[in-house]
Structures are given as C-alpha cells and as structure tokens.
C-alpha cells in the first residue's frame, strides 16, 4: 500500500532506511517506486482534505 507522508521525512526514511508515519497513522517503510502499489483512500482522503484548506 502506498501511503501519504511529509517529503522531508520521506527522504530521511529512504536515505536512511528507516519507517514513517503515514498521514493515517500507519507505519510503513517508504518503496522505492510507490507508483506500483495502491494508494491507501485514508491517506487520500486525508491529503486532499488539507490542500482544500
């Protein structure tokens, strides 16, 4: 499942192969290409509810 979270911390997880927490709360270990996987609807939901405003 491919999850929402803050870039700065996506890049830190990535460099340094550590987990994240997700805009839903999941702990997950970012992949190197995300655009594989489903994309979680909470961490949808959650992003385009925060770009609205």
């Known amino acids: ?20 927490k997700a805009l839903c709360g999941t702990r997950f270990q970012p992949p190197a290409d995300p655009s594989r996987l489903p994309v979680c609807v909470v961490c949808q939901q959650l992003a385009a509810a925060w770009s609205r405003g």
Do not use: P
Not at 1 to 20: F, S
């Open 1 to 20: 499942m491919a999850h929402y979270a803050r870039n700065d911390e996506l890049h830190a997880a990535r460099t340094q192969g550590r987990a994240v």
